[in-house]
């Protein structure tokens, strides 16, 4: 990795920065657009070009299409020129994506087995686990140049503190995470990683504005504003979760009353299932809950997934109230797109309906009428592949 980036410094070391951070977030640029973008003449940027490719940061990807006249070459970055990996920490398991240099993914690790817990021991385990799983799958990891972590809950991404899982003020998770790889972490948190990976997915190299809403035990939301990722002055935005919507007496995690979250996510939805079983109504979770048995949420997508009406009558519910807040959400912000993920967008087809329904009833025809409202095109490969790509991000924003 050294050898790369010392490739960047000596002369035009400024404009070669420069076009490393624009393809990263564009596919590929001709010389002229790139002469066009720096402000300087086409004969550099050919020779500053030229050296780059040399040095193994571009490639020739092409012609651009062109109605008449000769068609221009294009360029970008080389995906030979290393790897990133991204890991997704859920509740009991990671999910891992490698992408390339251009950020394709070439491989995609799911659902390893794994608890992370708030010591450092479990760190250490973390790590060892990641790479063993990786070597297993052939990454060579010589060519890795940064890995990303999605946690859940707050995160601060700039000082690596996350505090779900907070060791102490001298002892920021992403530095114990650094040293286990040997690599700088980038730490972020989990719904802000899934709505960048999304973005990429939808809207690569423009400036949109997404809204990804991540529904699994809890409900965190992800916001990306004129192409970049939104934090709020402390690093904390997106707590959609705990926004005070509901009078319904139920008590959050968070320790309020009325929180979003109690209406509107995977712990509600096992809730409401569960209190309705405690009213005698009939569910193929029924001899589970007879016989004292834990039903997981697990359970109850299976069982939503089996047509158990009483389980997709409770999805319907957490649509409806879910559909209340993105009508705020579009009111409020008027977004190209507003995403569903997270666990609970595998019960697509009882979610959606209510939710949609809800958007039409309370927001504003003339403000919603823009906003494509869908499910991730990414499921649950969102995380990684958004912590992937935000470590590339990284890397490149700090040779730049």
Known sequence: METLLNNINGRYAAEKKTILAL?????????????????????????????????????????????????????????????????????DSLMVAVTNFSGRVTRMLEDIPFVLRNTEDSVADFCRCVQEKLSEAGVDKSLIRGYGVNLTGRVNHRTGYSYSYFLGEEKPIAQLLSAGFGHHVAVENDSRAMAYGEYMSSFPGSEGNILFLNVGWGLGMGMVMDGKLYYGKSGFSGEIGHFPLLDNNCVCQCGKVGC?????????????????????????????????????????????????????????????????????LINVFNPDMVVIGGRLSVTERYLMPPLRGAVNRLSLNLVNSDTLIKVSRLGKTAGAIGASLLSKNLLLSEIA
Not at 282 to 289: D, I, M, R, Y
Request: hydrophobic share 40%; net charge negative; glycine share 10%.
């Open 23 to 91: 393809c990263s977030s564009h596919e590929s640029y001709s010389i002229q657009d790139l002469a066009r973008e720096l402000g300087t003449s086409i004969p550099k940027v050919t020779r500053i070009v030229a050296e780059m490719i040399q040095e193994g940061f571009l490639v020739d990807t092409g012609k651009m299409e062109s109605a008449t006249g000769r068609r221009p070459s294009l360029y970008g970055l080389n995906p030979a020129a290393g790897s990133f990996v991204g890991i997704d920490v859920n509740r």
């Open 260 to 328: 979003l979250e109690t209406g509107a996510s995977g712990s509600a939805l096992h809730r409401i299932v569960l209190e309705k079983l405690s009213d005698g109504r009939s569910s193929l979770l029924s001899p589970l809950f007879k016989e004292g048995k834990e039903i997981s949420l697990g359970n109850i997508l299976d069982a939503v997934e089996r047509e158990d009406v009483l389980c997709i009558e409770c999805v319907e519910q957490v649509g409806a109230t879910l559909g209340r807040a993105v009508a705020g």
